[in-house]
Structures are given as structure tokens and as C-alpha cells.
């Protein structure tokens, strides 16, 4: 069983950064596509940026690319996203998640996810 842990949101001022963490136990991560989504309030949870680490390949939404990085540290087996210029129409509550498919853009693909942390853009 997977079990993958958010951390690093907050309140930023726009223009500002912030780094999410996305701590897995249970497996590494390498064995997955891992994704960062985000979802705002009375919106559906959208794809953000994922991460193929066996290909070496990142994907991004159109709306960070850019502005965002994933990355990974396979020693800590943790998941990063690295989040610049931060604007307001970033805020939403963001996840982690791992998935095998290879679909990585569609939530409904994702087989575990994290219980998501809250970041705030504030202008």
C-alpha cells in the first residue's frame, strides 16, 4: 500500500514561491507517474504537473509551465513542486497523487492520493 503525505502550502504574497513535498512510504515513488493536481472551491480538481521518474519526463498544465517544476529525490523518496510567480488564481488546496496507467493528466486515473495542502495566493 501507498501512502503519500503533502506538505509545504501556505499563504504567499503574489509574485512569491513555495515548494510542496509530497513524502511516499510504502513503495518508491520511481514505480509510479506521479501527479500534483489542485482543486479550488466549487471546481473539479485539475492537473497541475506530473512526473515520469523512470523516463525522466515532467509534464505541465499549460497554466504553470514555466512557473512550476516537479522534481523528485529518490533517496528520500519524496515528490517536490517547486511553484514560482505565484498568482491569485493559483490558490486552491493541492495533491498528490501516484498512478500506473501512464494517464497521468486524468484524476479518475490516480489510485492513491495524498490528503492535500492549502496554498494561498494573496494579492
Known amino acids: 500500500q501507498l501512502q503519500l503525505v503533502e506538505s509545504g502550502g501556505g499563504l504567499v504574497q503574489v509574485g512569491g514561491s513555495l515548494r510542496l513535498s509530497c513524502a511516499v512510504s510504502?513503495?518508491?515513488?520511481?514505480?509510479?507517474?506521479m501527479g500534483w493536481f489542485r482543486q479550488a472551491p466549487g471546481k473539479e480538481r485539475e492537473f497541475v504537473a506530473a512526473l515520469d521518474a523512470l523516463q525522466h519526463q515532467a509534464y505541465y498544465a499549460d497554466a504553470v509551465e514555466g512557473r512550476f517544476t516537479i522534481s523528485g529525490d529518490k533517496w528520500k523518496n519524496i515528490v517536490y513542486l517547486q511553484m514560482d510567480s505565484l498568482q491569485p488564481e493559483d490558490t486552491a488546496q493541492y495533491y498528490c497523487?501516484?498512478?500506473?496507467?501512464?494517464?497521468?493528466?486524468?484524476?479518475?486515473?490516480?489510485?492513491?492520493w495524498g490528503q492535500g495542502t492549502q496554498v494561498t495566493v494573496s494579492s
Open positions: 510504502g513503495r518508491s515513488y520511481e514505480m509510479f507517474y
Open positions: 497523487g501516484a498512478e500506473v496507467s501512464g494517464n497521468y493528466y486524468w484524476a479518475n486515473e490516480y489510485d492513491y
